[in-house]
DNA sequence: GCCGTTTTCGGCCCGACTGTTTTCAGTCG
């Protein structure tokens, strides 16, 4: 029997809202399974723990009846009302509701007319013309679905925000300089630092709406203009994205950006509170239901400060709780980019990196930053050299060299060990005692059974000399998937043992993510925002980091490399077992 | 299926576009 981790139950749970919106059910019904996978993909706490305490109705949106399914999906790995639907409709058949132009009626149609059960039934139902004189699908619709399952395949693996996020903040900055337009921003999904995006949305703001509309058409960056209207443009850029550019009235600008940047969930939390004051949030503004009136909407401030609610930073806009968390005075004062004072995860030519220790200080005397670890590869991983222990000792002898030199950023001591088959590490416990801090890291079985790999961290996290562990789940967006470990005994143990959980701020990796931040938090785990960089230019990865920590709530005292130097040599483990063996050795010889 | 500072029943976010229609359903964000 496999286990099912929160992500797990709410794929099983969105999996059960797509089928019943194909079958026509009511709206509110299948909506609240997808209202409920939301929420448990998002809940910080493992859903079998809830489950054997009897806890599952504190979940918002899990009600009586979903806690009955959800226990069942824990113990059989599903519940008989889904495997009822699933008897009816193939489950391969949401898939083509991913076609732009194809909902829960038209899909259920196809099925039920011509027995299309897939995207590719779909496509060849197409050729074959069969879509031909089916009701309500004419012409113009055939065409559209013929395009849309052309744009569905080669949109289908999202963009990393990292590509996105560089073309969103010029694109603004060059539709600001244009005498048309008074403001201009990035909103949804790149605001939100989500780590992968759709597609870009800009936001801007003009009283000749037409003239943007055309100006955006002539930028240098576009190669194709996919639609135009009055108030939005949707364009196909030289890189390769799409970008939807929308022009409303300088009096609507706030409540435009408000609502564009979302998230969905946000937005309808947000909603349904402002319906119960009394009050009506669209993109054009708030107004009071009773008169109709207008209230505000030129600022987002605004819009927030008329529900009585502070502007949240869009990277917590996700509908999870943070509206509540508003109204009860439970908001984190989040992490800020300027609070980071190091960064404690990078790498050298010694092994496989373009930047020198000397590169690297510099870069992080220009960031700004107090301190700086070097965390080299250790012995085992032999495929980038990794550092024999006369190597280590030369590096060492020329991190004191440039301390000695009292400039710039102090170097800390710092290596990248190994965690092997059995938990171990490299070294011996002399050599790793003699480092500042050591970064722990799965480099290989990436594909190992759960139990297998989980126990390898675990006992890696039982060293006293491991400080903190390196992209815990190993995941690379759109390569790797991260590894099939039991989070919650994972982040538990990181807790129990003063484990530091690394936030790798690699722009592919964002590795933990926002929902291991949380689940972690509760634990009274600490965090260290690394960008694990191989060239000095990745150092500018920290603000992905810092994002992927915001998303998680985290504040400043969450995280080590926020820390000044004296703090984070007392927060590392080893400050205890080095720490005493110093204080042993002292009284020794006092004696 | 969930939920309650009007409610344990009757609601459940808001607006726009498109296409195929004669007043609106389906889809989307």
């Known amino acids: 029997m496999p286990e099912f981790d929160n992500a797990a139950i709410a794929a099983m749970l969105d999996g059960m809202g797509d089928l019943l919106e194909v079958a026509g059910e009511d709206r509110f019904r299948y909506l609240s399974y997808h209202k409920a996978a939301h929420a448990v993909r998002a809940w910080p706490e493992d859903l079998s723990t809830l489950a054997e305490e009897g806890r599952l109705t504190e979940i918002p949106g899990v009600g009586k009846k979903l806690a009955v399914s959800i226990g069942q999906i824990l113990e059989t790995g599903s519940f008989p009302e889904y495997d009822a639907v699933k008897a009816s409709f193939e489950p391969t058949l949401v898939r083509i509701m991913d076609i732009p132009g194809v909902g829960p009626k038209r899909a259920r149609l196809l099925y039920e007319q011509l027995g299309v059960k897939s995207v590719d039934d779909l496509e060849t139902a197409l050729q074959q013309g069969r879509l031909v004189g089916l009701a309500g699908f004419g012409e113009k619709t055939i065409d559209n679905i013929a395009s849309g399952i052309e744009s569905a395949r080669r949109h289908s693996e999202r963009i990393l925000l990292q590509d996105a996020l560089p073309l969103a903040t010029r694109l603004a900055d060059e539709l600001r300089r244009l005498p048309s337009v008074e403001r201009a921003e990035p909103a949804g999904s790149v605001r939100r630092w989500q780590e992968?995006?759709?597609?870009?949305d800009i936001i801007t703001s003009s009283k000749q709406p037409q003239a943007v509309m055309d100006e955006v058409c002539k930028l240098p960056m576009v190669v194709r203009v996919l639609g135009s209207g009055g108030t939005k443009t949707s364009i196909m850029t030289t890189a390769?994205?799409?970008?939807?550019?929308?022009?409303?009235?300088?009096?609507?600008?706030?409540?435009?950006?408000?609502?564009?940047?979302?998230?969905?969930e946000h937005n309808v939390a947000l909603r349904e509170r402002a319906k119960r004051a009394g009050l009506k949030v669209s993109e054009y503004g708030v107004f009071r239901v009773s008169d109709g009136e207008r209230l505000g909407g030129e600022t987002e401030d605004e819009v927030y400060r008329l529900l009585g609610l502070p502007t949240f930073p869009p990277e917590i806009r996700l509908g999870i709780g943070?509206?509540?968390?508003?109204?009860?005075?439970?908001?984190?004062?989040?992490?800020?980019?300027?609070?980071?004072?190091?960064?404690?995860?990078?790498?050298?030519?010694?092994?496989d990196s373009k930047a020198t220790l000397e590169d690297n200080r510099a870069k992080a005397a220009e960031l700004g930053y107090d301190y700086i670890a070097v965390t080299d590869h250790a012995f085992n991983l032999r495929m980038v050299k990794g550092l024999e222990p006369e190597r280590i000792r030369e590096q060492w002898a020329a991190v004191d060299r440039l301390n000695a030199e009292g400039e710039g950023p102090v170097i800390l001591k710092g290596i990248e060990l190994n965690i092997a088959e059995d938990g171990s590490v490299d070294y011996d416990e002399e050599l790793l005692a003699g480092f500042d801090l050591c970064i722990a890291s799965l480099h290989g079985g990436f594909r190992d059974p759960g139990e297998k790999v989980t126990q390898r961290l675990l006992r890696a996290m039982e060293n006293p000399?491991?400080?903190?562990?390196?992209?815990?789940?190993?995941?690379?967006?759109?390569?790797r998937n991260p590894m099939d470990l039991d989070m919650d005994a994972v982040l538990r143990k990181a807790g129990e043992t003063g484990t530091i959980m690394e936030i790798n701020a690699y722009p592919d990796r964002l590795d933990l993510n926002d929902t291991h931040i949380r689940m972690a938090k509760r634990y009274g785990v600490r965090f260290s925002i690394g960008t694990d960089a191989h060239a000095t230019e990745q150092m500018n990865y920290m603000p992905y980091g810092v994002a992927t920590a915001r998303r998680g709530w985290l504040e400043r005292r969450d995280v080590l490399n926020a820390q000044p130097l004296e703090t984070v040599r007392k927060w590392l483990k080893r400050a205890k077992v080095v720490g005493r063996a110093t204080a042993g050795e002292h009284r020794a010889r006092e004696r």
């Open 196 to 200: 992968t995006i759709g597609d870009i």
């Open 240 to 264: 390769g994205l799409q970008v939807d550019v929308r022009v409303v009235d300088p009096a609507e600008y706030g409540a435009a950006l408000q609502y564009f940047t979302g998230s969905k």
């Open 322 to 351: 943070e509206i509540e968390a508003a109204d009860e005075g439970r908001l984190p004062k989040l992490l800020r980019l300027q609070d980071i004072r190091g960064d404690l995860h990078g790498h050298t030519t010694s092994t």
């Open 465 to 479: 000399y491991v400080d903190i562990i390196g992209h815990p789940t190993g995941r690379i967006l759109g390569r």
